[in-house]
């Protein structure tokens, strides 16, 4: 059974920093793209970043680049987003997904795509 798992979200003031960290089982960390995505209240899920099974290739949406990076540790098989310079629009649940049918080299938002999710870290900033 694929289990996936966040941590690391909080109550944090704007300006700064958070770093999420999603574990797996269940499935072969290292072949698969994975992705994070967030969802506020009342808005639609929306993708953040995602990155290839090498880790060489990430993609991240306009309003993160320059605040948010993305990595893996396919030995510890866990998945992070480290995020920095918070906002209070980043404010949201983040979930962390896998995409098990589509190519590993790469990787995009697109939500249908991605088939293993976790339940959820909140992250909340303040102003």
């Known amino acids: 059974q694929v289990q996936l798992t966040e941590s690391g979200g909080g109550l944090v003031q704007a300006g700064g920093s958070l770093r999420l960290a999603c574990t797996a089982s269940?499935?072969?960390?290292?072949?698969?793209?994975m992705g994070w995505f967030r969802q506020a209240p009342g808005k639609e899920r929306e993708g953040v970043s995602c990155?290839?099974?090498?880790?060489?290739?990430?993609y991240p949406t306009d309003s993160v680049k320059g605040r948010f990076t993305i990595s893996r540790d396919n030995a510890k098989k866990t998945l992070y987003l480290q995020m920095n310079s918070l906002k209070p629009e980043d404010t949201a649940m983040y979930y962390c997904?896998?995409?098990?049918?589509?190519?590993?080299?790469?990787?995009?938002?697109?939500?249908?795509?991605?088939?293993?999710w976790g339940q959820g870290t909140q992250v909340t900033v303040s102003s």
């Open positions: 997904a896998f995409r098990t049918a589509y190519s590993a080299d790469a990787c995009g938002p697109i939500i249908d795509k991605y088939n293993y």
């Open positions: 990155i290839s099974w090498s880790g060489r290739s990430t």
């Open positions: 269940g499935l072969t960390f290292a072949n698969y793209a």
